[in-house]
């Protein structure tokens, strides 16, 4: 089923976490944090709105690490359920992608709980304070390719912010696949 992003106030500061990627290898926030800002984004494997921007993700970190904004995913569905989504395959997707991010796992769903966040994609911009700045999509074509001129709605928001400038106000909503919650 198909969920937008609710508004999530911005300056609402980030919640510390500390969580595994696949390898065991468990990271923190305060690690992955960038002197300019972080972005924090929720993701799984098997929804075709996460597939549909997936190889829009590596590129999108990478310049946003060029301006020294971090940039991490987390993976909170119930894998049970949903067995596509298991850490194993989180790493398939990740080679696939290209992604070289740390790609979380969130077996509690405690974090994206705290975060608020309702679907997947799902993306939350940080300040350097890591107060929230940008709740909203990758970019305007995020539900299917698009021009390679799209507006880059969260890469252009955080690099405003970066330099000093403040987040634009208009601010479209994340749309994807609900977080599958456990039972």
Known sequence: MAAVSP??????????FALPDPAG??????????????????ICNHCPYVVAVADRLGPAARDLRSQDIGFVAIMSNDWTAYPQDAPERMVDFAARYGFDFPYLI???????????????????????NLKLVYRGR?????????????????????????????APTDQPPAM?????WRG
């Open 7 to 16: 508004e999530t106030p911005l300056g609402t500061e980030a919640p510390p």
């Open 25 to 42: 290898v468990v990271h923190r926030l305060d690690a992955l944090r960038g002197k300019n800002g972080t972005v924090v984004a929720f």
């Open 106 to 128: 969130d077996e509690s769903q405690e974090i994206a709980k705290a975060y608020g966040a309702v679907c997947t994609p799902d993306f939350f911009g940080f300040d350097a």
């Open 138 to 166: 990758l970019d305007e074509s995020a539900r299917m390719p698009g021009p390679k001129d799209a507006k880059r709605d969260l890469v252009d928001a955080m690099i405003a912010v970066a330099s000093g400038q403040p």
């Open 176 to 180: 994807g696949c609900s977080i599958k």
